[in-house]
């Protein structure tokens, strides 16, 4: 099991940068994944960005690419989610996520094992 605390959010003005960190204690694996989701009121949980622990792969929802950037630090056993040029369509909880799975169910929320108690983003327009 994986214990995750997110740290980050806050409020910003449309076209701002938030970072977000998420720190991971536990056992880790290279072959976890890390993801980040968010989930505005009223509306379903949206996947936004994945990692493998390793590094090796990176993985984005469209909404976000070319905006937002995941990576990890394997030293302080952090993954950071860089935001920027954020929209007022951002604002939600974002929540960080583990699990042992293929990179090809990191959309998919139930496919992570631990998550994080999430931290609220606004943006306003």
């Known amino acids: 099991q994986v214990q995750l605390v997110e740290s980050g959010g806050g409020l910003v003005q449309a076209g701002g940068s938030l970072r977000l960190s998420c720190a991971a204690s536990?056992?880790?694996?290279?072959?976890?994944?890390m993801g980040w989701f968010r989930q505005a009121p009223g509306k379903e949980r949206e996947f936004v960005a994945a990692i493998r622990w390793s590094g090796s792969s990176t993985y984005y929802a469209d909404s976000v690419k070319g905006r937002f950037t995941i990576s990890r630090d394997k030293a302080k056993n952090t993954v950071d989610l860089q935001m920027n040029s954020l929209k007022p369509e951002d604002t939600a909880v974002y929540s960080c996520?583990?699990?042992?799975?293929?990179?090809?169910?990191?959309?998919?929320?139930?496919?992570?094992?631990?998550w994080g108690q999430g931290t609220q983003v606004t943006v306003s327009s």
């Open positions: 536990g056992r880790t694996f290279s072959t976890y994944v």
């Open positions: 996520a583990a699990g042992h799975l293929v990179m090809a169910a990191v959309t998919t929320a139930y496919a992570y094992d631990d």
